[in-house]
Every structure is written in structure tokens, then in C-alpha cells.
């Protein structure tokens, strides 16, 4: 695991190697540089990564720009897991240094077309050379499956409605059922109106060939612009949602007026008056726990005390998160299956992400290069537009612009229970069926752990992904 180490925003990493320290006169790294055994390389450029960010990070950007042409020398998009890992770190903090000159940014990006069919394609590639998306579905699916026992009217929104595998798997285990499968609706939703449409064109064939009644309800929007009244939920079905990698994108805040409010009293006082509530919303057992963590840091108004991960005080300030999950618990829905990334990429401060993504981005680059070989034009397709796109937004972007604010499982299950959801421990059945389908595919290295009643997908031992299930929870 990739450590910053106590010293290194006070002193500099590349104190292990001071042939190699940062001087506006080096120019280019000593020949034999090239010639560093793979182990020796990818430390070097771990040292040389996290200085040339602490540079970015203090706005220091001739130090930084020195950083970035040192490792110019060493990183390469198609070289081993680090050489490529640092290719797009360095591009993230590239980008982030030109923002300080917006017209050459923009200028520099003005011709840029992001097409919409291009992050399908990526995305479906993910799904095709790991098993992660894979895993997700199966275990969503059970857990509808298991949840919507004897239900004839069954009613599933989908957050991000670009797979049809997912539920063409779906259709095929509600044909099975003994009393016959439900009538079945699927509310997609996705920016892009084609992608809907052949949603509902591959689901309709489906549907037909099992025989299953089934409507499908497209919602052409972005997730954060979603109104819930177009979900048209009616009477008598059975309500699930499924959330594969979808929620953290409505954690996305305009920071600096966050800032500016939570500095003014009157609104600092009621936003504690608000948390102050939702706490007390949580079911006895589970407060009860929290108190007995972490008594100090709830009657501790103390900033110097930073609050354990697992209190409510340590949650990010969220309005649509948390607006998005009271508006879905008012609907009663009998589960909904939440897919995340196992990392925190929703830090306050540069450095913060930039550990973290380096850690999380490794096991994902290190475990795609077990599975596919270097040279594959796929692998190289996933690291650029789909890890190297992530990365970027983590590390170059702020404010709303900043979308991919990953964070852990614990912090999930604090929001979903404030929300006032119940976790819905996940069955034994569908844990098996992933198992299977990582022998059966020969996924070595690969793992399913349960972790709290909801289950975590680890390359080795390291947690990439994590799911979980909810269900409405009266009060009493």
C-alpha cells in the first residue's frame, strides 16, 4: 500500500533519492535512470508523484512543473502498473495547473467532443475484462429476486440505464418462479435518449421471448436533474432501485459557498439543529452503538477533535444526497441495492485524494493487468477514458465540477440510516453465485468478503467496491 508517510508535506520524498532532487537547472534525468529494475522505478515515481502534488497543492508551479518533466521520463500509458498510473496522475495535475490560467485551459480544451457512445463503449468494455460490474449485478439481483417473493406488480428504477445483461439475468430468474413471474416495469434513466432507447428495444425482445408482461419507462435526464414525480410509482407494485456507481455523483457541493455558509452563524446553527435531528431519526440500537464509539466527539464542539469515520459529524455537508434519499424513502421502496467505490476520493484537501486515488488506482490498474495483456487496445481504452477520466475529475476538479467524490462503505451505511433506511443483510445465495462466477471464469485473485451484513468485492486483499442493500424502515 502506497503511504505519504508523516514526512512528506514538511520535508520532501525525495530525500531517498538526492540525485534526483528538484532544481530548476536538472533538465534531463541521468541516462541509466531509464535502466531501474521495475520495483526501483515505480518507488521513484511514487516519491516523485506525491512531491510534484504537494508542489501543486501549495501553488508552487515551477517546482511542480520541474516534478512533471522528471516523470515524463519514467511514466509511460503503456508500460507496467505504475509507469502507467503516474502517465495520468501526471495529466490530472497538469490539468489542475493550467486552471490557474482559465484561457489557456479553455482554449487548450475548446475542441475537446465528449461523446456519450464513447463512455457507454468504455463502460461495457469494464463490464467485459473484470468481474466487478459483473458481481454487482448478480448480487443486485438476488436481493430483488429475494426481496420481491410473491409480488406480482414489480416496479425497478434503475439509476443509470445503460446494461441490458443486468436485467435480461433479472427476467430470466423471475421466469422461473414457481407462481409465475410478475408483471414487471423498469424505469430507466440516462442522460442520452438512444441509450434508452435500445434499452428498451433489447428488454422488449427479452421480455417477449420469456413471456414476461413488462414495460419499460425511460427518463431522459442527469441523475442530479431527476424528478421523482416521472418516476410515476403506482399503487400496488413493489418498488426496488438499483444504484450501481451512481449515487457519490449527488455528493458533488459548490464548495466554496458551503464554506461561506457554514462560516455564518445563523446557518452553521441550523445546519447542527438539522443534523441534531436526523441523529436522533436513527433506530435506538444503531445511535446507541455510535455513542459508544465515539462519546466524545458528539458534545465536543472542539476542531482540533476530528470525528471518527464512523459519526455522523464526520459526513460532508450533501444537500442532494441527502434531498435524493428522503424523496426515494417516501416512495416505501422494499429494497434498494447501492454499488459504490471502496475509497475515499471526497477529501477536503488535495493530498488527501491524491493518497488515496493512488492507492485505490494501483489495485485497479495492477488487477485489469492480471486479467488482460499490456499490449491490448481494450485495457488501454478502460485506463484512458474510463480510470484516467476518474482521476482527472478527482484531482484537477472542485467545487460542482467535481463529481467523483467516492466514499466508503461506512460513510454509505451513516447515509442511508440517516435517511432513515434499514440495512438489508444480503443473502448467503447470491455471495455463491458470484463465488461461481469467479471460479468458472478463472478470475484469480479476486475476492467477495461480507463486511456488516453487505459485501465488498477485493482484488487480493485490497476493497475496491463495496454493496449493499436497504429497505424502508418504519418509525415507531
Known amino acids: ?246 449515487l457519490h455523483s449527488l455528493l458533488a457541493t459548490d464548495d466554496e459557498m458551503l464554506r461561506r455558509n457554514i462560516n455564518s452563524p445563523s446557518i452553521s446553527r441550523n445546519l447542527n439543529t438539522n443534523l441534531s435531528h436526523r441523529v436522533l431519526q436513527m433506530n435506538h440500537r444503531t445511535l446507541g452503538e455510535w455513542l459508544e464509539r465515539d462519546p466524545v466527539h458528539m458534545y465536543s464542539p472542539s476542531s482540533s477533535d476530528l470525528p471518527s469515520p464512523s459519526s455522523p459529524l464526520s459526513l460532508a455537508p450533501a444537500p442532494r444526497i441527502g434531498s435524493f434519499l428522503n424523496a426515494l424513502r417516501a416512495l416505501s421502496p422494499k429494497v434498494i441495492v447501492v454499488t459504490e467505490q471502496e475509497s475515499n476520493h471526497n477529501g477536503t484537501t488535495l493530498m488527501d485524494r491524491v493518497m488515496e486515488a493512488l492507492n485505490f488506482y494501483a489495485a485497479l490498474f495492477d488487477c485489469l493487468q492480471s486479467t488482460v495483456s499490456r499490449a491490448q487496445v481494450e485495457r488501454q481504452k478502460v485506463e484512458k477514458m474510463l480510470f484516467g477520466e476518474e482521476i482527472k475529475n478527482i484531482i484537477a476538479c472542485e467545487g460542482l465540477e467535481r463529481r467523483e467524490r467516492h466514499e466508503k462503505l461506512e460513510k454509505w451505511i451513516l447515509r442511508l440510516e440517516l435517511a432513515g433506511f434499514g440495512r438489508v443483510p444480503l443473502s448467503y445465495h447470491g455471495m455463491l453465485q458470484a463465488g461461481r462466477l469467479l471460479q468458472s471464469n478463472n478470475y484469480d485473485g479476486y475476492k467477495i468478503k461480507e463486511e456488516n451484513g453487505c459485501l465488498v468485492m477485493c482484488w487480493q486483499e485490497r476493497a475496491l467496491y463495496s454493496i449493499s442493500a436497504w429497505g424502508f424502515r418504519r418509525y415507531d
Not at 11 to 16: E, G, M, W
Not at 34 to 51: D, F, M, N, Q, T
Open 1 to 246: 500500500m502506497i503511504q505519504e508517510g508523516p514526512s512528506s508535506v514538511t520535508s520532501s520524498p525525495l530525500q531517498f533519492f538526492p540525485w534526483m532532487s528538484l532544481s530548476p537547472g536538472l533538465g534531463s534525468p541521468f541516462p541509466w535512470l531509464r535502466e531501474l529494475k521495475s520495483e526501483e522505478r515505480g518507488l521513484c515515481l511514487i516519491h516523485l508523484l506525491v512531491a510534484c502534488a504537494n508542489h501543486v497543492a501549495a501553488g508552487s508551479l515551477e517546482n511542480a512543473n520541474i516534478g512533471l518533466e522528471q516523470i515524463s521520463h519514467l511514466a509511460s500509458p503503456d508500460g507496467d502498473t505504475m509507469q502507467r498510473i503516474a502517465a495520468y496522475f501526471t495529466e490530472a495535475l497538469a490539468d489542475r495547473m493550467l486552471k490557474a490560467w482559465p484561457g489557456l485551459h479553455k482554449a487548450l480544451n475548446s475542441t475537446k467532443i465528449s461523446s456519450v457512445s464513447d463512455e457507454i463503449l468504455v463502460k461495457k468494455l469494464f463490464f467485459e475484462l473484470c468481474p466487478f460490474l459483473k458481481l454487482a449485478y448478480i448480487i443486485t439481483n438476488q436481493a430483488i429476486v429475494e426481496a420481491m417473493e410473491g409480488e406480482k406488480m414489480v416496479h425497478i428504477i434503475d439509476l443509470d440505464s445503460s446494461e441490458p445483461a443486468q436485467w435480461i439475468n433479472l427476467f430470466q430468474t423471475f421466469s422461473a418462479r414457481p407462481e409465475g413471474p410478475p408483471h414487471l416495469r423498469i424505469t430507466g434513466i440516462h442522460e442520452q435518449k438512444e441509450v434508452l432507447e435500445q434499452m428498451a428495444l433489447r428488454l422488449t425482445e427479452e421480455a417477449e421471448k420469456l413471456d414476461i408482461p413488462f414495460q419499460f419507462n425511460p427518463i431522459v435526464c442527469k441523475l442530479e436533474n431527476l424528478d421523482l414525480e416521472n418516476l410515476r410509482v403506482k399503487t400496488g407494485e413493489a418498488l426496488a432501485v438499483s444504484s450501481v456507481l451512481q
